[in-house]
C-alpha cells in the first residue's frame, strides 16, 4: 500500500507527459505558461488574502471576542453547551487555520472524548470558511455583489453549528 501511494503522483505526472506527448502537444511550453498563469493568479489574491489576515488579526487582538463570549455565556450554560466551543463557532466562518488551531486548543486541553471535543469536532466539520471563501475568491475574480451569497453561506453555518449541537447532544 505504501508502495502505490508513494508512486501515485510520479505515476500521475508521467501519464500526463505521455498523454501530451501522443497528443502532440508541446508540455514543457504548456507547463510554462500554466506556471505563468498561477503565478500572476496567486499575485492577484495577495491583496485579499492580506486583507483577511489583517481584519482577523484585528478581531483576535480587540478583545472584542471576549464581549461576545461574556454576552453568550448565560445562553450557553442554559443550553449546557461548553463555552468552550464559542470561539470555534464564532472564528470558523471567518478563518479556518484559527478555528483548527482553536480546535487543536479543545482537543489537547478537554481530550477527543469529552463531550466538548466530539462537539468542536462535529462542528468543525458541519461548517465553513464562508468569509473566507467569499472574500479571497469572489474578489479576486471581481465580484462586488456578495449580499445573497453571504447570507446563503451563514445560514447554512448557523444550520451547520446547530445541527452539530443537537446531533452531539443526541448521540453523546
Known sequence: MILISSLLIPLLVLFVVFYGIVKKVNVYD???EGAKEGLEI????????????LGINVLLKSNFLNLIFGIL????????????VLPLALLRPVSGSAALSILNNILSTLGPDSFAGRLASTLMGST?????????YFGTVGIKKIR???????IADLAGIIASIIIVTLVF
Open 30 to 32: 504548456v507547463f510554462i
Open 73 to 84: 455565556k448565560p445562553i450557553f450554560d442554559l443550553l449546557n453547551v461548553p463555552i468552550d
Open 148 to 154: 445573497y451569497s453571504l447570507w446563503a453561506g451563514l
Open 128 to 136: 465553513d470558511t464562508t468569509i473566507y471563501i467569499l472574500t479571497l
Open 42 to 53: 496567486g499575485i492577484s489574491m495577495f491583496p485579499y488574502m492580506l486583507g483577511m489576515i
